[in-house]
């Protein structure tokens, strides 16, 4: 018992805390060497945004949770819709949150009906 | 950073600045998530002490869902160590790109080491949204007010709601699980000032979904450095034909 409470720690800290920050050490290593107006940050600067965006789109184009069973369409209309409001009216972010989270609960209360 | 501290009277106020941070709404939604982060800790066997230390040392909350994944899967801690590994390099970036905005000349490294573990997502976008109206030689004082609050603030979350909530209304918790990539969305676009980086939130955007069908242990890596890429070359050679034109006129 004693052990497999010692193993379940050890897990954390090494597939865990160590596999997460290794790539945060990194980062400040070749972070430390960018010119904040140098090129190479303009490239960094590029792939982070990718990845996140990428990020981003896979959490609602392929949900886990109780969102798994709602219909694809309704989730990119919410995000969409609510993308062109949030530009339209001076690009507020509560404004960005709030448009597709309204069109995302109506969408899921008509169809529960 | 006491002896910055003393140097810098104002590095204090700075630093409670960014501990007001996570009353911010992104904060707000990211503690809903690490609720929900518990209930799936709880139901996968963890302890509530595991579940606090874990969010404490990984800070990552997809990296935390993976871990979780692979320990209910009885994965060994190479597998484990790797998925997460994986899910994790998208770090690199992420923190190489806030660094030149945050240091100062005099900032050590080991101060910089220290403060990249509080860099996740929810951070990342904060940073990069608030850092530049920040005085630069408060900037490190302000995330670490934020970063580390956002953090220990978390993981009394995770402790406190562990076993209490274990389940949301579906349309509440769909409503809350969608907040994040919606924030992300118009907050990411609102900060950014460059076309480079509107463009790779573009090219991310689309990039991330359709590599996913096709390539899914690596979709997120390739949309990134991919698409990043492309982002970056499409914008330098746009910059290059317009000095290109400024000099012809």
């Not at chain 1, 050490?25 to 140098?38: D, F, H, K, M, T």
């Not at chain 2, 409503?175 to 990539?181: E, G, Q």
């Not at chain 2, 690596?218 to 000095?243: C, E, K, N, P, S």
């Amino acid at each position: 018992m004693m052990l497999e409470e010692y193993w379940t720690y050890i897990l954390i800290v090494v597939a865990g805390f160590i596999a997460t920050d290794f790539w945060r050490w990194l980062g400040v290593l070749a972070g430390n060497r960018l010119n904040e107006e140098s090129e190479a940050l303009n490239w960094v600067r590029a792939v982070a945004t990718a990845l996140v965006m990428a990020v981003t789109a896979k959490l609602i184009v392929f949900p886990t949770g109780v969102l798994a069973d709602s219909p694809l369409w309704l989730r990119l209309a919410a995000a969409g819709i609510g993308f062109c409001v949030f530009l339209l009216t001076g690009k507020k972010v509560a404004v960005g949150v709030i448009a597709p989270i309204a069109i995302l609960v109506a969408g899921l209360f008509l169809l529960e009906r | 950073m006491s002896a910055e501290r003393r140097n810098e009277p104002g590095n204090l106020k700075w630093f409670l600045t960014g501990m007001r941070g996570v009353l911010s709404l992104p904060a707000l939604i990211l503690m809903t998530s690490y609720v929900g982060f518990a209930a799936f800790a709880l139901q996968a066997g963890l302890t509530r002490a595991e579940s606090v230390i874990m969010t404490l040392g990984v800070w990552a909350l997809p990296s935390q869902m993976i871990l979780v994944g692979s320990m209910i899967g009885g994965a060994n801690i190479v597998a484990s160590f790797l998925a997460v590994t994986l899910s994790a390099i998208r770090m690199m970036p992420m923190v190489a790109s806030i660094v030149p905005e945050m240091r100062t000349q005099k900032t050590p490294v080991w101060l910089l080491l220290f403060l990249s573990h509080f860099i996740a997502i929810t951070s990342w976008v904060f940073a990069s949204t608030h850092l530049r109206d920040v005085p630069r030689q408060h900037r490190v004082a302000f995330f670490a007010g934020f970063g580390l609050t956002l953090t220990c603030g978390n993981a009394a979350i995770v402790g406190i709601s562990y076993g209490i909530v274990s389940q949301f209304p579906p349309v509440v918790a769909g409503a809350l699980f969608m907040l994040t990539p919606v924030y992300f969305i118009s907050s990411i676009w609102a900060s950014s000032r460059q076309f480079v980086v509107k463009l790779a939130f573009i090219i991310g955007i689309a990039a991330g979904p359709l590599l996913a069908l096709v390539a899914p242990q690596f979709d997120v890596l390739i949309a990134g450095l991919g698409g990043g890429t492309v982002a970056y070359l499409i914008d330098r050679y746009r910059r290059q034909r317009r000095r290109a034109v400024e000099e012809a006129a």
